[in-house]
C-alpha cells in the first residue's frame, strides 16, 4: 500500500517552519509497513493544491493531506476537498459538540468562525478531533483512501496515532514479507566508539540493516529486519539485539522511543524512592525533564534553581568558603549542592548540576562547557566531571542528559570503569 | 520564476531527518524574491527519482535537486541525471585538484572511489564544492534551469549563497516587484478571537496578505506584501503594521523569531530587575526558558520548584491553613508563593505558577488544566487563573507561556481587562 502525503503551507515552502508533519507522518507509516515513496508540500494555493490533489489522487493507493484545515480566511484545504470531490458541505452535529466542548472548558466565546468548523465535506466520514477545532476527514472512493488532517502538530499526531494509522492497518491486504525496525536508544558514547565496539558488522547483522542516529541526547541505533513470517522476524531481531547488548549493553537505557527520564521515573516509582535535584547551569531542565511524566509526585518532591552564590549558600547550605575557593563551578561544590538538597528536602536521593553554559563566561581553566554532576544517597556521595560544547542550549539538554544517566547508572549499580 | 526543489534521501521519506535543506533553499529563494510553488522529496531509487526530474523539468523554469551525490552505492543521483540528460561522465581536472587538496589537508589516503567523483555529467557546468568532494551541476537547456547540490548541509549552504542564487540573480529578467514577509508573534488569545478583532481583513489588507500560523505558544500573523518598489512595499508594511498594532497590539509580544523569553529578559536586563520563579506544576519550565538566554545570571537570581506541600511550606513560606482551606491549586496559594520566592530571594519580582498538568489528577471543581499564575512586586501582588487543556506537556508549555506572558504585560503595565 503506497502512500502519498501532501503537506499545504506557506511557512513550509518558505522555510519558515520545518516539515515535521511530513516526517512524523512518514515515520510512523514507515514504522507499520507502508511504503512513502514521494511526498509533496504545496503553498496555501487553490489552483496548486487542486491539481496536487489530482496527480496524487490518480497515482497513489492513499494520499494523506496535512496542513490548511484552520478557521481562517488563508486556510483553503477544505475548499478544495470540495471542489475536488464536488461534493458539498453539511453540519455535522459531533463536530459541534466538540467545538462547544473544547471553548466552553477554556471560558471562551464561541465565535460564527469557530462553528463554520463543523461543517464538513458531505462525501467524508469526520475524524474527530481531541486537541482542536478542525477535524479531519476520511474519504473512500474508486478503492483508494483520500485522508485529510489538521497541521497542528498536536492534533495531527494524536489523529495519526488514535485514528489513521490502526484504520489503514485493519484494511490493507496481506503482506508479502514482514519487516520490523526497532530501535535502542544509547547515552555517553559518541557514534564512532559505539561502530568500533560492534566489531564486525556484516557478520553481526547477516543482511539486515543497522543506521546509527546521533542527536545531542546521544546515539539511536535503528535496526531494520526482514523476513517470511513475523515469527522469523522477531527471532532474527532478537538474536541480533541480544549480540549487540553483550557488546554495549551498559550505554542501552531504553527502546523504541523510550526517554531516559521515563526510564528512571519507573525504577524510582517501583523502589519507592524520591528525589530531589539542585539546579544550577541547566535552569530547571532536569526537573522540567523529571516531571514531564504523569504521576511524577510519586518519586519528585522539590527542585531549586540555585543560579546565585546567595542561593546555593541559602538553600543548600553549600559552604561560602568553598565557592570562594574552588568557584561555584566545581566538583567540591557539585557534591555540596546534592548533599545539600537531599538532606533539606528529607529524600533517598540528592542530584546536582554546576557547570558553564556559555557561550559567554568560560576561562581558560573552566571552559565553555565544563559541567559537574553530583549525586547522593545515604551511602554514596560522589561527583563526576564532563565536557560539552559551546552551545547554550544544546549544552544544557546535553547536561540534563547526563546527570539523568548519571542517575540510572547509580540506581542499576552501572560503573563508569570501562 | 519559479523554482521547484526536488530532496532525495530515504532518511527525509521516512522521517528519521528533518528537511532542512529544503527549508534553507526556500528560504533563501523567497527572501531574494523567487517563487516556490511546490516541493518535494523521493527516496534513494532511480525509478521515481527519474519520474520526479521529467514531472519537474517540464513545469517549472528551475529545478534544484539537492541529496545523492555521496561516494557510496546508495547515492544515485549523478546517475540519473547522466540517464535524464542522455549524456555521459567525462572527468574533470578542476575537480579532481580539489578533491585531492580535500584529502592531502586531512593527511588522508585518496581512494578510487573519491577519485570517481571527478567525474561530472558532460552536460553539466561544474560547481565547485569548497567543503566536500561532490561537485555540484549547473544545466542549462531548453530555455530551463536543473542545478544538482550536495544533500550535506553546510555544502549545500555554501553553494547556494555563493554561486546559485547570485547566478540565478543575474539571469532574471528584472523583477516586476519587490515582496516583503514580515512576522508578528502573539499569545494569549486563540486564532479565531484575532481573526474577529482584526475586522474586515479584505479593507485591512488591501492586496496584501495575512496568514495565521497557530502553535503551542500562539498565534503568528505573516504578513506578506509586494510592491513595485521596495519603498513602496516598506511603506505598506508600516502602514498595514501600525493598523494591526492598534486592533491587537496588546496581544503582540515580538516580531520575526522573538520568543517571549527573549523580550522580558532584554525588559529586565534594561530596568535591572531582577526575577526569582516558584513553580510547581510546570516543574522548572519556566525557570528553563528563563536561562535559555546568554546573561540569564544578570535578571535570574534563583527557582524552586515546589512540588511538594512541605516544599511550598519550607522553601515559600506559603501558610499550611491555606492550603489545607484553599488546596494547593487555588488563587491564594498561587499569590503566596510569588509573595514567598520574592521575600525570601529579596529580588523585585516573584513569579509564581500552580495547577493541574493531567492527564490525571482533576476533580469536578479542580479540572486537568486549572492553573493559577501569581506575581509580586514591591507594590502589587496578583494573581490570575487560566484554563488549559488534557495534555500534560502541552499544559506545561502553555503555563510556561502565560506566565511569561503575565510578566511582560506587568513589566509593561498592560492590563488584562478587555
Known sequence: MKVYIITIGD??????????????IGNILTQNQFEVPKTSVVGDNEAEILEEFKYAFEKYDVVIVTGGLGPTHDDVTRNCVVKFFNT????????????????????????????????????????????????????HKNKKYFIVIPGVPYEMTEMMESFVVPKLISIRKD?????????????????????????NIEELLKGSKLA?????????????????????????????????????????YGKETDTIEEVVAKILSERELKIAVAESCTGGLISHRLTNINGSSNYYERGTVTYSNAAKVELLKVSEDIIAEKGAVSIDVARQMAEGIKAVSGVDIGLAVTGIMGPTGGTAEKPVGLVFVGICDDKICTAKEFRFGNDRLLNKERTSQAAL??????????????
Open 11 to 24: 511557512e513550509i515552502l518558505i522555510g519558515q517552519t520545518l516539515n515535521t508533519n511530513a516526517a512524523f
Open 88 to 139: 458539498e458541505l453539511v453540519n455535522n452535529n459531533d463536530v459541534l459538540t466538540d467545538i462547544k466542548e473544547i471553548f466552553s472548558r477554556s471560558g471562551r466565546k464561541l465565535t460564527p468562525t469557530n462553528e463554520d468548523q463543523a461543517n464538513v465535506p458531505k462525501i467524508a466520514e469526520v475524524i474527530r478531533n481531541s486537541r482542536g477545532t478542525a477535524p479531519g476527514m476520511w474519504i
Open 175 to 199: 503482506l508479502k514479507s514482514v519487516k520490523i525496525i526497532t530501535n535502542l536508544q544509547t547515552t555517553g558514547i559518541p557514534e564512532s566508539h559505539l561502530y568500533d565496539r560492534l566489531g
Open 212 to 252: 546509527f542516529l546521533p542527536n545531542q541526547y546521544g546515539v539511536k541505533l535503528r535496526l531494520t529486519v526482514e523476513g517470511l513470517t513475523e515469527d522469523e522476524a522477531h527471532d532474527k531481531v532478537t538474536e541480533i539485539e541480544q549480540t549487540i547488548r553483550g557488546l554495549i549493553g551498559r550505554y542501552i
Open 405 to 418: 544517566e548519571m542517575l540510572r547508572r547509580h540506581l542499576l549499580g552501572i560503573s563508569y570503569d570501562e
